[in-house]
């Protein structure tokens, strides 16, 4: 069992020692003190995740500063999560928000790709994050994307690995920028923004690499719905509470025959994962990280503002 959650309302029930954090998830304090200790659940260390339990939802904020990079410690903890939300039967839905109100995941750490590929391996027994992300997509959890700030790269591909995407229509963004650099998406956004959206738009959104807003992602069929932010996490709480008030093998089958349907086979997620883990050697590919890295590629206040950047790769 993992601790209990504190109530939609604010009252107070048990959290065994964890500091749970609700609406304006550290809104009211320094953003470095987020996750400025190690967060402990039934004996497992979580480094850069906040996680709580509330009835048979899971709720885990992603607390990974200075900007929320998909790095070896995140994965590691999401590995961590997702094992023990899966033996544990009274989970049936797992809610992944973020502690950061600009930053849902803002894309991998590009220095430390061997080492966060090793750690997803440590679930799926291949070193691929889009084989990680699309064991979530599979598992028998219900899985939801509660997204504020922006989602980009693989934090996109991470909410696409969701069953469920709810955003932040003040702050939510979307992007793919991988093509910025002349790689495919190795984390499984071919597959999903296809079958989302159709072929059009994906490739609209994949070789444009530019910025998508909440409205616009939800016309395209990125996300679910686009939600004024005071209202974004009561919605998304009361539709996790519930669908785990009910039977979990519906949950199970629903999402076994939605699956058959939508979700690509695991030999496309390999392909994808291997073609992105092969372009990184690339010299083309190499410049383009270099000149984006001067530029102040991967730092908070320069991704803020991250398409732009892109759009000047080319330039000298």
């Known amino acids: 069992m993992l601790p209990e959650a504190t109530s939609p309302a604010g009252s107070a029930t048990s959290t065994r020692g964890l500091e749970q954090v609700e609406g304006g998830r550290g809104r009211d304090r320094p953003w470095q003190s987020l996750a400025s200790r190690v967060r402990r659940v039934n004996g497992m ?3 850069m995740l906040r ?3 509330d009835e048979g939802v899971v709720f885990a904020d992603i607390a990974a500063p200075p900007m929320n990079l998909l790095g070896p410690e995140l994965v590691r903890d999401l590995v961590s999560l997702i094992r023990q939300a899966e033996g544990d039967a009274s989970t049936r839905v797992l809610v992944l928000r973020s502690a950061d109100p600009d ?3 803002a894309h991998v750490d590009v220095t430390r790709i061997p080492e966060y590929r090793q750690e997803a391996a440590k ?8 084989l990680l992300f699309r064991h979530l997509s599979a598992s028998r959890l219900v899985t939801i994307a509660q997204i504020e700030g922006r989602a980009r790269g693989a934090g996109s591909e991470l909410a696409l690995a969701c069953d469920m995407r709810f955003a932040a229509r003040e ?7 991988e093509p910025a650099f002349g790689q495919l998406p190795g984390g499984g956004a071919a597959q999903h923004l296809v079958r989302l959206m159709g072929r059009a738009r ?4 994949m070789l444009s690499a530019q910025d998508y807003d909440s409205d616009l992602a939800e016309r395209y069929g990125w996300i679910n719905r686009s939600l004024p932010a005071q209202e974004l996490g009561g919605f998304v709480r009361a539709l996790a509470h519930r669908i785990a008030s009910f039977p979990a093998a519906g949950h199970a089958i629903v999402k076994d025959r939605v699956n058959a349907v ?3 086979p695991l030999e496309d997620f390999r392909r994808d994962s291997d073609l992105f883990g092969e372009s990184a050697r690339a010299p083309e590919v190499q410049h383009r990280l270099e000149a984006a890295m001067k530029r102040g590629f991967q730092t908070r206040e320069v991704e803020l503002t991250l398409a732009r950047l892109l759009g000047e790769l080319g330039q000298p």
């Open 45 to 47: 260390d979580f480094e």
């Open 51 to 53: 996680v709580a339990q």
């Open 103 to 105: 930053y849902f995941v």
């Open 123 to 130: 679930l799926t027994g291949e070193a691929s994050i889009g």
């Open 171 to 177: 702050s939510a963004v979307f992007c793919q920028i």
């Open 202 to 205: 994906a490739l609209e959104v």
């Open 262 to 264: 939508a979700l690509a």
